[in-house]
């Protein structure tokens, strides 16, 4: 079974503009890690967000953590067509090593 | 560095035959992953290996499915036999930190259509 839900399952925006995603989980974690996976690829990893942390900043990708609402958003600053891709939320479950993963959303930038 | 070596890319098997995946991990990563990715989903974990031992294999189906990790470094994957409900993408993953903020890397995965 997957932990995680991502909202919106699918997103298309125009280049230049910001996307925003989310992901919600239903236990206690860990830490919450993003990935990318552009199409027929594997994942890419982005950025971990610890549970203790509630912000945090790469490049163009902020990422928060709300872990009294067991959700996590990505947001993706002036995108550009090369951000098309799927992007999972995978937590792990506080006392675990297992990393579960969510439903993903399939993000389209149009150039 | 090489990344995370998968092969086959691509497999098309009948049902009821047997198919295997192989992996070859990031040099000096000890932890290695199996995941099956379902059109549409996220991956699902099959295995976890630390170095060769088989320490999360809660959710790989044991009557048809098999996993090994020489020498704590390649892996292959089995399944015999096939079902049609096999088909899938099966992504191979390593890691080096142990712990539970560990990054995992991804190879490209194998597709597996069975007719």
């Known amino acids: 079974s997957q932990q995680g839900e991502e909202d919106p399952q699918a997103l298309s925006i125009q280049e230049g503009e910001n996307a925003t995603m989310n992901c919600s989980y239903k236990?206690?974690?860990?830490?919450l890690q993003w990935y990318r996976q552009n199409s027929g690829r594997g994942l890419v990893h982005l950025i971990l967000?610890?549970?203790?942390?509630r912000e945090k900043h790469s490049g163009r990708l902020r990422v928060t953590l709300d872990t009294s609402k067991k959700s996590s958003s990505l947001l993706i600053t002036a995108s550009r067509a090369a951000d098309t891709a799927s992007y999972f939320c995978?937590?792990?479950?506080?006392?675990?090593?297992?990393?579960?993963f969510g439903t993903g959303t399939r993000l389209k930038v149009l150039a | 560095e090489a990344g995370v070596v998968q092969s086959p890319r691509y497999k098309i098997i009948e049902k009821k035959q047997p198919v295997a995946f192989w992996c070859n991990p990031i040099s000096g990563h000890n932890t290695l992953y199996w995941y099956r990715q379902n059109l549409g989903q996220g991956p699902e974990l099959l295995i976890r290996y630390e170095n060769e031992e088989a320490v999360d294999d809660s959710q790989l189906p044991k009557d048809r499915f098999s996993a090994e990790r020489l020498k704590g470094v390649d892996s292959t994957l089995k399944i015999q036999p096939a079902e049609l409900g096999d088909s899938a993408v099966y992504l191979c993953?390593?890691?080096?930190?142990?712990?539970?903020?560990?990054?995992?890397?991804f190879g490209p995965g194998t597709r597996l259509l069975v007719l």
């Open positions: 995978a937590t792990t479950a506080s006392g675990t090593y297992k990393y579960i």
């Open positions: 236990t206690s974690i860990n830490n």
């Open positions: 967000i610890r549970s203790n942390e």
């Open positions: 993953a390593s890691g080096k930190d142990r712990g539970r903020r560990e990054t995992q890397y």
